[in-house]
């Protein structure tokens, strides 16, 4: 029989009659820690005790100290193992003891007792019903706040640790959001309460191990979540929301996501980092408003939205989340299309060349098409090849481009441009990219002969084309 028993949060008056006759009874009695206000009156009782303190001493990881105490613990056949607050509130180490025991059909009983989360509540006069969310300072990198509840922040012991927790919070809220640091809740004489904006945690010197933090919800936000944005689509979408937003489908907002994905290329090749967090944020808009659309006509939601492509990247990344073993990029592309294909239920090779969406861009579908190709041996040996193809096709253009063959001359011109990506594919060149530079230039070049025009008090549509010739000529050299 394993007891596990809570001390409570810290005053003498908050331990229960049951806790202290397990401790006088047993056999061997083991407390998580001495720094707890309450040892000194148990000592007093006569009650003999051993600490798993030096433990902590040598400067372990918790995660090693908490498996080495439940180690310690379960060696026992019969023990008392008590712990500060409430065994089942913010205690990892009774986590560990309580998965062992299970394992090992080991008997426990866990004995009730007043938390630091209930002296936490009465001290600040808060009702958890509102809404309330505890999280451990040590892992704010997994466990986030949520600023439409309040927040309370434990594991605030010291001032380094006070200065990490600031830190991440202010990834969440304003620097001057008011906060409330408090040691040894419900401990008479040692109970300190005190509020102040969170930029200022770290500068108290009086956090100890018994000091936690407490974030009251947030009211008038300056910082907006994923969870706002979601209520700002459904307000939109509402009966009382924006007539040109309640209009929207499917098939109306393609044009804008379009747009707004090039947006997001253009900010890139502008290096505007700005920018590109505003263009980013819209694209998420549109994946939001398409999502909310979804959730109205019961099709899918955001939820699934983002299960989806979370599932999708786990599957296709078996050489991170498998068993699969990739040293090179090159292995982790043909790792993913093995992937895809299984996941997609791709059986042939036309079914692959099909599975490129017919809305890309025809540059950048025509060159994913030759790479599939490529990949089952369909395809020049170098890049001589694709050359000579490009002067092949520009002959048959050259051929019929004068006659009156439309329906021909357009074929010819499409089998010179897949020629042209082929050599692309080869040069590991985005025609796409390519031919945006090419347009870009194009345009700087343009506005150089507008500028020259001008200087010399002429229209450029009044210039002959030679005349436009030497200016564009110029413009190769400035």
């Known amino acids: 029989m394993i007891r596990i028993i809570g001390l409570g949060p810290g005053s003498e008056d908050d331990l229960t009659l049951k806790s202290l006759n397990i401790m006088k009874s047993a056999n061997t009695l083991y407390l998580r820690t001495e720094k707890h206000p ?44 008590a712990v500060p607050g409430h065994p089942l509130v913010a205690e990892k180490s009774v986590q560990i003891i309580i998965e062992q025991a299970k394992k090992k059909g080991v008997e426990i009983e866990i004995v009730s007792a007043i938390s630091f989360i209930d ?82 945690i770290d500068r108290v010197d009086w956090v100890d191990y018994l000091t936690s933090l407490y974030i009251p919800p947030v009211k008038n936000k300056t910082k907006y979540n994923f969870k706002d944005l979601l209520n700002v689509m459904d307000k939109l979408r509402s009966q009382d929301g924006c007539p040109w937003d309640k209009e929207q489908n499917h098939e109306t907002l393609k044009k804008y996501l379009i747009e707004e994905s090039y947006e997001v290329i253009d900010a890139i090749d502008k290096d505007d980092m700005e920018g590109l967090s505003e263009e980013l944020g819209d694209v998420l808009f549109q994946v939001v408003f398409h999502s909310q659309i979804g959730k109205e006509f019961g099709e899918f939601d955001i939820g699934d939205v983002i299960h989806g492509v979370t599932n999708k990247m786990i599957t296709r990344h078996s050489h991170v989340f498998g068993e699969d073993k990739c040293e090179t990029s090159e292995e982790v592309i043909t790792t993913w299309d093995r992937n895809k294909k299984k996941e997609k239920s791709i059986l042939s090779y036309t079914e692959d060349l099909k599975s490129i969406p017919r809305s890309l861009p025809a540059l950048m579908r025509s060159y994913k098409l030759q790479e599939k190709a490529a990949k089952v041996g369909f395809d020049w040996e170098d890049v001589e090849g694709p050359i000579a193809k490009v ?12 006659s009156q063959e439309y329906d021909k001359i357009i074929e010819e011109m499409g089998d010179l441009l897949f020629s042209i990506v082929n050599v692309c594919k080869f040069m590991k060149i985005d025609p796409e990219f390519a031919l945006s530079s090419t347009i870009n230039k194009f345009i700087s070049r343009f506005e150089y002969m507008e500028e020259e025009s001008a200087k010399i008090g002429k229209n450029l549509s009044k210039m002959t084309l030679t005349e436009m010739d030497m200016l564009w000529n110029n413009a190769k050299y400035k």
Request: proline residues 3%; hydrophobic residues 40%.
């Open 119 to 200: 002296a936490v509540i009465n001290a600040l006069k808060i009702d958890p019903v509102e809404g309330l969310k505890i999280i451990d300072g040590l892992q704010l990198d997994l466990q986030t706040p949520d600023l439409d509840v309040g927040n309370i922040v434990t594991q605030a012991y010291s001032k380094f640790v006070v200065s990490n927790i600031k830190i991440k919070l202010m990834e969440h809220y304003d620097d001057e959001q008011e906060v409330y640091l408090i040691r040894a809740a419900g401990v008479p004489g040692l109970e300190r309460i005190q509020a102040m904006p969170l930029y200022e």
């Open 391 to 402: 002067h092949e096709e520009l002959n048959e253009f050259l051929d019929v481009y004068k």
């Open 38 to 81: 309450n040892v000194e009156y148990i000592r007093s009782l006569g009650i003999n005790f051993n600490t798993f303190d030096c433990f902590y001493e040598k400067g372990e990881e918790f995660e090693e100290v908490y498996n080495r105490i439940a180690a310690e613990v379960m060696n026992h056949e019969d023990v008392v193992y």
